[in-house]
DNA sequence: GAATAGATCCGC
DNA sequence: CGGATCTATTCA
């Protein structure tokens, strides 16, 4: 069943460990999401939306279950998913998929062909949509973790807001 | 207008 | 560990 709008409007934390284990659909490819980080709202330093409400990141500041997408290094584009109430910018990074080269976010946005064109999407009603195949990753199965690339973020970036599955050979990273 | 830094990845 | 590559954002 492709989730409904109340499963991202949840607490972010809980969204980004329950979309471990749900498949990520695009147009003829889907794959299950191994790894996630829960990006959370002004004070987080690693979080954009710690500047405040720009054109780029605006689509935080609306409602759960939108797509957030940006170019990062000019030459990679990070897919996110909304989360948290209007006004509130909070979203969950996709950083993995159960799929050959789709082992971090610049690479798995590239296998699935997502760019900005794909920013601001409806996942509720959308060829982009993330589906629950019954599925289920019970607690044990998932590992906590600081987030990988926000050492500029002070104390945020000690934060353990990074969920993988355990034992994956898909991660973004072997190691913790 | 110019400078800068970045939620990455690859190759040396 | 440095380079690729480019845009949004910041600074002057």
């Known amino acids: 069943m492709i989730l409904p709008r109340k499963f991202y409007q949840k607490p972010t934390l809980k969204v980004a460990q329950r979309l471990l284990g749900k498949y990520l659909v695009f147009k003829n490819m889907s794959a299950k999401i191994i790894e996630t980080e829960a990006y959370i709202g002004r004070n987080d330093l690693a979080c954009h939306a710690s500047k405040g409400r720009t ?3 605006e689509v935080m500041f609306g409602k759960a279950g939108y797509t957030y997408i940006y170019m ?5 584009f990070c897919l996110n998913i909304v989360t948290g109430k209007i006004d509130c910018p909070e979203a969950v990074l996709i950083r993995a998929l159960e799929c050959a080269g789709c082992n971090g976010p610049g690479k798995l946005t590239r296998t699935f062909s997502l760019t900005t064109k794909q920013n601001g999407l409806d996942l509720t009603r959308s060829e982009l949509y993330i589906e ?3 599925e289920p990753v019970t ?3 998932i590992v906590q973790t600081r ?3 926000v050492d500029y973020a002070g104390i945020w970036a000690k934060k353990p807001w ?3 599955i355990k034992n994956s050979p898909h991660l973004s990273r072997k190691f913790i």
Not at 72 to 76: A, E, K, L, S, V
């Open 139 to 141: 607690r044990a199965n």
């Open 55 to 57: 054109k780029r990141n």
């Open 147 to 149: 987030r990988i690339g």
């Open 162 to 164: 990074r969920f993988i």
């Open 72 to 76: 990062i290094y000019g030459m990679y």
């Open 132 to 134: 629950d195949r019954g």
